[in-house]
């Protein structure tokens, strides 16, 4: 498949044979009871769904969805992650929330972390090992650093969505891009001047779930008019959807990737950025 950053991916293969390893963790990103009903041995399950703050805690719709670095440390401490540990992640559903993990982590400065190719879907269609017995880690010690980099807030977004030099990337579905779909916002519609692929068409639709070849990825890219030698920003409803994107074009090489984490839910709820139809 010829990926420019393959070490991103975990093959099925190798996890089988990596699952007693201590330095590699496993976190199933799945809920409670699909975790409870059967997972990888030796995964861990996620305790905290998608990883970000409590709806409370969004006032009027500002802010990073993300959890604070002292409260994401915590949770990964808990899981026994820190500096020394691969962590691969994976999930029941395409992947969506095993990247936005990825992302999480690498926003937070640990970067040895690999996506689980197909994740479940890929695991039990090849048969590999699965049990229902849960692992309880011990405790290690995670430090986040926050890598700035990968995030765009909306006022960076605001200074280049209609700029030459920035490629602003819509991730989510058709209703959603076009207008008529709001998802409970104020307004409805995308910014002006982004392009759009959602995220779903970079997934194979067979049961292996496997992120597409190298090249068909590039060309439903190229065709939606991105291309890895601007900077990209992506976005969706709430951060999920735009970082599992983020992934992709990592992995296919691109250089300069950020994930406007508030997206739609900050965007399309304040009075001062554009929308259109």
């Keep these: 498949m010829s990926y420019a950053r393959p070490e991103l991916l975990a093959e099925p293969q190798w996890l089988e044979e990596h699952t007693d390893d201590s330095q590699v963790r496993i976190i199933d990103c799945a809920t409670l009871e699909a975790y409870r009903r059967a997972h990888i041995p030796g995964a861990v399950h996620l305790p905290v769904h998608y990883y970000i703050k409590e709806q409370g805690d969004r006032e009027g719709g500002a802010g990073m969805f993300v959890m604070p670095p002292d409260e994401f440390a915590t949770l990964m401490s808990s899981l026994g992650v820190d500096a020394d540990t691969t962590v691969v992640t994976y999930d029941d559903n395409n992947s969506l929330v095993a990247a936005r993990l990825w992302w999480v982590l690498n926003y937070y400065g640990h970067s040895k972390v690999k996506v689980l190719n197909g994740g479940w879907h890929r695991w039990l269609t090849e048969e590999h090992p699965v049990t229902f017995h849960a692992t309880r880690p ?64 970079l997934i194979e639709r067979k049961d292996t779930r496997r992120f597409l070849p190298s090249e068909n990825m590039k060309s439903l890219l190229e065709k939606a008019g991105v291309l890895p030698e601007a900077q990209t ?45």
């Design 138 to 201: 011990e405790e290690r010690t995670f430090t986040s650093n926050t890598v700035s980099t990968l995030h765009a807030s909306a006022e960076d977004l605001l200074a280049v969505h209609d700029s030459p030099t920035c490629t602003v990337l819509d991730v989510r579905s058709d209703g959603e891009w076009e207008g008529s779909n709001w998802r409970g916002n104020k307004r409805g519609g995308h910014v002006p001047g982004a392009h759009h692929l959602e995220w779903t068409s």
């Design 233 to 277: 920003i992506t976005y969706c409803q709430g951060g999920i959807r735009a970082a599992h994107t983020a992934f992709v074009l990592t992995l296919l090489g691109f250089e300069d990737v950020r994930v406007y984490d508030g997206s739609m839910y900050e965007w399309a709820n304040r009075e001062d950025t554009p929308l259109i139809t």
